[in-house]
């Protein structure tokens, strides 16, 4: 499979726990995406990947969040402090241009 | 006012059926427009993509962008239970950043 991969799929966690997502984009796109998506609701943008450099953060990515993406290859998005607010599907997405590809997301619970 | 403004739905239609949906915007600076599809608990698929104003053909699906209206459509044409899920419009003013609508569930009857 030549899709974008994310792992856990599925996460549950404790309030005040710290977390962290990985997403493996399609090799040879080099734009990176993440995204937030609460029940009922379409996904929120988060932050967005140029190769290695994170080049926009939406207000919504609070100081405990933080992504990254070493080497322009994989990404990790983190978590700290978790808050039951958080509770969502943490989507990735990569592409090359325009037209976005996403995975199939993490699912988070914090309890 | 969001951004972007969908029918939450539901839409239940008998197998066969034309489903039509549809999403308005504000932002006059959008130009890429795409409708995905999401079965539950899933990532959303890409099913169309549109550059500025017009229409697109994909097999039993059309894509159409209606720019002076702030309007947009997807068709499915001779719907298969196979079709039912939450369908997704996002658009973009750049080229990285999306903003979706909040999703249509349908439903199509065997």
């Known amino acids: 499979d030549t899709g974008v991969s994310q792992d856990p799929r599925h996460k549950i966690t404790k309030r005040g726990q710290n977390v962290t997502f990985r997403c493996d984009p399609i090799s040879e796109h080099n734009r990176l995406y993440w995204y937030r998506q609460t029940l009922g609701q379409g996904p929120e943008f988060l932050t967005y990947f140029q190769n290695e450099a994170q080049l926009e953060k939406s207000r919504l990515l609070s100081d405990r969040f933080s992504a990254e993406r070493p080497k322009g290859s994989f990404s990790t998005l983190e978590i700290q402090r978790t808050e039951q607010g958080d509770s969502a599907m943490y989507l990735c997405?990569?592409?090359?241009?325009?037209?976005?590809?996403f995975g199939p997301g993490t699912r988070l619970t914090v309890l | 006012q969001k951004e972007v403004e969908q029918d939450p739905g539901p839409l239940s239609v008998p197998e066969g059926a034309i489903v039509s949906l549809n999403c308005t915007y504000s932002n006059s600076a959008f130009q890429y427009f795409m409708w995905y599809r999401q079965y539950s608990r899933k990532g959303p698929e890409l099913l169309m993509y549109?550059?500025?104003?017009g229409n697109k053909e994909d097999g039993r699906f059309t894509a159409q962008v209606d720019k002076s209206s702030k309007y947009i459509s997807l068709f499915i044409r001779d719907s298969q239970p196979s079709d039912s899920a939450t369908y997704l419009c996002?658009?973009?003013?750049?080229?990285?950043?999306?903003?979706f609508g909040a999703g249509t569930t349908v439903t199509v009857r065997a």
């Open positions: 997405a990569s592409s090359l241009v325009a037209t976005k590809f």
């Open positions: 549109t550059y500025s104003s």
């Open positions: 996002a658009m973009s003013a750049t080229d990285y950043k999306l903003s």
